[in-house]
């Protein structure tokens, strides 16, 4: 079936087709495509038929082309023939086209085998052994259960909310069904985070469920092709070199076509401005051909003088062979920008834009003179001064201001005249010259400090985004449609680092050069991936009874996810903030999002550097590993590799790699740094006081709380001391670009960091990677949190945003809930304290007695309830604890007391401190009370044990002894005030007044001389607290 149509334009529209019949000599089998449409739908034969003709029509069609023959040159008329193939329409309208669906495997699954791959699976042996125990989470108020129904484990959790969902544990090889499911599935579209994580929570569990789905969901191919280009973060801005010499660099550009073209053919502007004056010029063209450009800017150069350096964009009229011979014979370097990244020749981009405004409201009665009023608009941009030098280009240029209309009318309205005064050429070129060396220092002046406003502007929503060489990336291009619009394409191997922000990367065969902004990291899905852990040291204890040494397990320590997981939106913000409150929060932390990432950055502030005492390289031969774990170490070696943290080396020093088992049997990857440590100068730089914090911070009304995104790996190693955390394997020598656990001075040198990091900021308090903001007002607090956030984001450290808390008027800090002036231990940790087993070593006492000390001034007589705990760590004791009545008895009366701690008052320094003391036969002790709503509250309690030499002391040596202790002990808060000591014993009063004549007691009221208290009477029933700390 064909249309026909007379007198066409060409003889070929769709192609001249042999045997195609002529307009006077129809078909007589033809219908109309009305009636074929409406004839009932076309069988399978049709449906052939019709699929052969197309195909014959397009082979005729492909022969007709190269077969002059065919042509009708001596018809009268020819048709052009266009096939409407109403037949396959008729078929594709009937058609259903099925979507694209992505394959789940593993659905045909049964129960049984469902059952038997849960028994099977490592990952769940945890799960399985937790059978039947209820687990409560006390911060999001959750608990959950696990049980096993017809051979199947599940998981029951409760919310706070009171709702209450059933989860099946799933095994490895299933998870990524269920994710393809969840995320990529027709019904699911490709949702974020959070509601992937949601879907599948509410049917599966396996542990690791979030991580997972997070790698899952942002290594999704369509994901990351369709992200908008806002969400993308931008790079810091660059400084720009200061050109001193006008015209040495200049940079050019081309504005146009421009509408209407003016009267004298011109359709183009070809400008320039020089990079150290900002002094602009513009010539009009009529066409941008090379041979025009060339001609027009040796016009310029006339004028100005031959540049050294000339930048503009990668347009072919500027980058053509014809200016490349310009550009050597001139001996000019001719620098290009990056592909579709205007900023990089942001100067003259913004002088044409200020140009075209001028044109457009100067031109508008006569549009078409546009090039006529060009000079005249050059005058008036070069007569202005430039907000970032203050002088304007003809200042700068000549030295002097030029005489321009509004000083013409000065001089008419005034009648003022300018004094010729008679120089000499050479005194007139000296004046000149010092006048122009003058203007120009101020004027770079000017220009570095605009330079540092504008930049703390813009990096204000910037991060540093990094990739390495072999990383792939997506890169921002127009579509090949419209070029107006920009989509992802890739991705792309990145072949080299350039600088800073370009990266040159491997496109279709060609290496490209483009700036950070334009690129987008591209995150390959994996399979399957192993949870990461990083080294660390473990912990050697001497065990002085069997003279053993035992390596002992610390916790684990996970390495630092390189790819952002977290974002400033996972900022955890008190939702008692009222609306003006909750605003100013989100705003400021979007203001500095770059700085809320589970990514640790590099800091800029300092490196960490290894001083010895030797110069001989501590070389620690590598103990042999049996081959079953040495799988584990190349694995973990290689990670660490992948990920920049370590690299091959050839030090001549070595740390051996040690292997650890862990509780549940698995093994983990270590370095035993403790030689290397033996010859590794301390660092005496001190460690911030718990107490001292929350003595300052106790009374305050707003808190906030932030923790440095693993906070060792943000330092780099110094290129000296790298050698020298060396350690081998089976696969060769490496070394760390970064801090790595267990080097001694590791934690002096992070608080050498974070106390640089917070100089000078009175409401900030830190330990070691905690920081804690406690103010007054919420005015300070919100300057206290932008002071801190600027320094961060100088300073390229990061904050975990998850575990950021801001607004609070309650938080918990360093196991402490601080808050409302009191202060109590952190229910979670108590928690822990409560399932502590009864303990069967030595160095599990130790461990235990270590945990509950953290907490001792909130317990009474902690020294006399832990004494029989304490005598089975002495030396000589046995490893094997003899655990007797005793020791259960203190054992269960001290878990008891931490279950139910009195809260403590915070300390206010603006009142006054009461200390009562109390001595009894084995020991001191001392409660110190500050007075609140008419009542005495404690503030902390203290105690310890009296040695031998101690209890045989007279009864008024111990009660002096008491208080001289407690001074000592609550010395922080208690110097340079007065306050009150209240004592059961009436001869302490007279210790400040009377004469005594016991020596010791002499020496001890002397040493109390520089205190002001006095001392007040009270009954022994009254001192409840310090009698019972002291009483056995």
């Not at 304007?392 to 013409?408: M, N």
């Not at 006048?435 to 570095?448: P, R, S």
């Not at 050839?650 to 440590?677: E, H, M």
Request: charge should be positive; include cysteine; proline fraction near 6%.
């Amino acid at each position: 079936l064909a249309k026909c149509i007379s007198d066409p334009l060409y003889d070929l529209v769709l192609g001249n087709i042999p045997q195609v019949r002529s307009p006077d000599d129809p078909d007589p089998g033809w219908e109309s495509a009305s009636e074929v449409e409406e004839e009932s739908p076309v069988d399978g034969a049709a449906v052939n038929q019709g699929s052969e003709v197309r195909a014959d029509a397009h082979e005729i069609s492909g022969a007709g082309k190269n077969n002059d023959d065919s042509r009708h040159a001596n018809s009268a008329e020819v048709a052009a023939t266009h096939d409407t193939s109403v037949p396959r329409r008729r078929e594709k309208k009937n058609e259903e086209l099925g979507l694209n669906v992505p394959q789940v495997s593993m659905i045909d699954t049964t129960p049984e085998a469902l059952a038997r791959e849960q028994r099977e699976d490592d990952s769940l042996r945890r799960c399985f052994d937790q059978v039947g125990k209820i687990t409560r989470r006390p911060k999001s108020r959750t608990k959950f259960q696990f049980f096993v129904k017809n051979s199947l484990l599940y998981r029951s959790v409760e919310y706070s909310s009171g709702r209450k969902t059933i989860q099946l544990a799933l095994p490895k090889k299933f998870r990524p069904a269920v994710m393809t499911l969840a995320h990529d599935g027709i019904m699911s579209g490709h949702q974020g985070i959070k509601n992937t994580l949601g879907l599948v929570a509410e049917e599966f569990f396996w542990p690791g469920i979030q991580s997972e789905i997070k790698r899952y969901v942002r290594s999704c191919d369509v994901c990351q092709r369709t992200v908008p280009k806002g969400k993308v973060g931008r790079a810091p801005l660059g400084n720009m070199p200061t050109v001193e010499t006008p015209f040495q660099k200049v940079a050019i550009d081309i504005i146009g076509p421009i509408t209407p073209m003016s009267s004298a053919g011109n359709k183009y502007i070809l400008t320039m401005v020089d990079m150290a004056t900002r002094y602009p010029d513009a010539v009009a063209l009529r066409a941008v051909g090379s041979q025009q450009v060339a001609e027009a800017l040796v016009e310029m150069f006339t004028r100005y003088g031959v540049p050294t350096e000339i930048l503009s964009d990668r347009g072919t009229n500027f980058t053509s062979d014809l200016m490349k011979e310009v550009s050597r014979l001139l001996s000019m370097k001719h620098m290009l920008t990056t592909p579709y990244h205007p900023m990089c020749n942001g100067l003259v981009e913004r002088f044409n834009g200020t140009i075209k405004q001028m044109l457009r409201r100067m031109c508008q009665e006569r549009p078409k003179d546009w090039d006529r009023y060009l000079p005249a608009l050059l005058f008036a941009y070069r007569e202005v001064p430039q907000s970032s030098l203050k002088f304007s280009p003809f200042e700068l240029l000549y030295g002097r201001r030029v005489r321009g209309p509004l000083a013409i009318l000065k001089e008419m309205w005034s009648s003022e005249k300018v004094g010729n005064e008679a120089k000499t050429s050479y005194s007139y070129v000296l004046e000149l010259r010092e006048k122009l060396e003058n203007t120009c220092e101020l004027a770079h002046k000017c220009l570095e400090e605009a330079k540092a406003k504008y930049k703390g502007y813009y990096d204000r929503r910037s991060s540093n985004r990094k990739m390495k060489q072999g990383d792939l990336a997506l890169i921002l291009l127009p579509t090949d449609a419209n070029k107006m619009i920009m989509q992802w394409k890739g991705p792309f191997a990145v072949t080299a680092r350039k600088n800073e922000v370009d990266y040159e990367l491997d496109v279709g065969g060609k290496t490209k050069v483009f700036h950070v902004n334009m690129l987008k990291k591209y995150e390959e899905r994996e399979t399957t991936r192993q949870e990461q852990t990083a080294c660390h040291v473990a912990a050697e204890i001497k065990d002085e009874a069997l003279g053993e040494r035992i390596f002992e397990d610390s916790g684990e320590i996970p390495t630092p996810s390189w790819t952002k997981q977290q974002g400033w939106k996972e900022v955890n913000v008190n939702k008692n903030l009222d609306a003006k409150e909750s605003a100013e929060v989100h705003a400021l932390i979007e203001d500095f999002s770059e700085i809320f990432s589970d990514v640790p950055g590099r800091t800029n502030l300092l490196t960490c550097d290894l001083e010895v005492t030797t110069t001989r390289p501590v070389f620690v031969k590598q103990y042999p590993l049996p081959l079953s774990v040495q799988e584990v170490v190349e694995q973990e070696i290689a990670e660490m590799l992948a990920l920049g943290v370590i690299e091959r080396c050839s030090s001549p020093y070595n740390a051996p790699v040690v292997i650890v088992k862990k509780k549940d049997g698995s093994n983990r990857f270590c370095i035993d740094y403790r030689r290397l440590n033996d010859v590794i100068k301390p660092d005496a730089e001190p460690i911030p006081r718990i107490d001292v914090t929350f003595a300052k911070t106790g009374q305050k009304r707003f808190f906030s709380k932030l923790d440095v995104a693993k906070g060792y790996w943000q330092i780099p190693m110094e290129e000296s001391a790298k050698e020298k955390t060396a350690f081998s394997s089976t696969s060769g020598l490496f070394q760390f670009n970064f801090m790595p656990f267990g080097i001694k001075t590791a934690s002096a040198t992070f608080t050498k960091l974070m106390r640089k990091l917070l100089d000078g900021i009175p409401d900030a308090h830190h330990y070691i990677d905690d920081v804690l903001i406690a103010t007054s007002s919420w005015r300070e607090h919100m300057e206290t949190l932008s002071r801190i956030f600027q320094r961060l984001r100088e300073a390229n450290i990061t904050i975990k945003p998850r575990k950021c808390e801001i607004g609070f008027s309650e938080i918990s800090f360093l196991g402490h809930d601080i808050g409302m002036g009191k202060i109590s231990p952190d229910p979670k940790i108590i928690e822990r304290i409560q399932d502590v087993p009864r303990p069967r070593t030595k160095r599990q006492v130790r461990s235990f007695l270590g945990l509950t000390g953290f907490y001792r001034e909130f317990v009474e007589d902690y020294a006399r309830l832990t004494a029989p705990l304490v005598e089975l760590t002495k030396k000589g004791a046995r490893n094997e604890v003899e655990w007797g009545p005793e020791q259960e008895k203190a054992f269960k009366e001290l878990k008891s007391r931490l279950g139910q701690p009195p809260i403590l008052l915070a300390p206010n320094p603006e009142k006054e401190f009461v200390l009562r003391t109390d001595a009894s036969d084995v020991s001191v002790g001392a409660v110190l009370l500050q007075e609140q709503a008419g009542m005495l509250h404690p503030v902390a309690y203290a105690s310890r044990k009296l040695n031998g030499a101690e209890e045989k002391f007279a009864t008024v040596e111990k009660e002096c002894l008491a208080l001289v202790w407690a001074v000592a002990r609550f010395k922080l808060f208690l110097y340079g005030r007065t306050f009150k000591v209240q004592t059961d014993h009436q001869p302490l009063e007279f210790l400040n007044r009377a004469k005594h004549t016991n020596s010791r007691v002499m020496r001890w009221s002397m040493a109390l001389q520089d205190q002001s208290f006095h001392v007040e009477y009270i009954k022994g029933r009254d001192n409840v607290g310090a009698d019972f700390m002291s009483r056995v």
